[in-house]
């Protein structure tokens, strides 16, 4: 399969490292998470807040899309989401920054291993792709409606 860019490169990152290497730069990135909260004045097509049973506390996704329709996330964690949801909340944004809505709904769930390792996701096996699907649902729920994609009409995934 082939990646996302930027998200290639987090994967090759992580990849190369051992166990306690990746839970060190895991908890790196779950430290960058607020940098991906979404501006003041910012809007979005499609803004999903909740709490779901998979999680500890809310989490909202808010999608935009640019002139190209490239896929732009932003995101909020409530403060009892885990270290884990938080780190692949800042990858996610990150890596899945400027991709299609087609390339979103493509990638494959099997790179999660690749970065949280193997021992982390046998632990946490029902967590750790809690923020992908959710970044799916919701360019899902965009890229099969009829809106309009100008920033100014959003979407909630309710």
């Known amino acids: 399969m082939t990646y996302p860019p930027k998200l290639a490169e ?3 990152f992580f990849e190369s490292q051992t166990e306690d290497e990746r839970r060190g730069n895991l908890i790196a990135y779950a430290g960058q998470a ?3 909260e979404p ?3 910012e809007t979005f097509a499609l803004e999903d807040v909740r709490k779901d049973e998979e999680c500890t506390d809310t989490v909202g996704v808010f999608l935009q899309l640019d002139a190209e329709q490239r896929a732009h996330f932003r995101i909020t964690l409530g403060p ?3 270290t884990l949801t938080k780190a692949l909340a800042a990858i996610l944004c990150m890596g899945l920054h400027g991709t299609t809505l087609d390339e979103i709904l493509a ?3 099997d790179f999660v291993p690749k970065i949280v390792g193997g021992q982390l996701v046998r632990i946490r096996s029902q967590t750790v792709y809690y923020i ?3 970044m799916q649902d919701a360019a899902r729920v965009l890229r099969e409606s009829s809106l309009d994609f100008s920033p100014k009409s ?3 995934l309710d």
Do not use: E, N
């Open 154 to 156: 959003a979407r909630s």
């Open 132 to 134: 992908l699907t959710r």
């Open 107 to 109: 990638l494959p769930a």
């Open 80 to 82: 009892q989401v885990q």
């Open 39 to 41: 501006k003041p004045g």
């Open 34 to 36: 607020k940098k991906h």
């Open 10 to 12: 987090i994967i090759a």
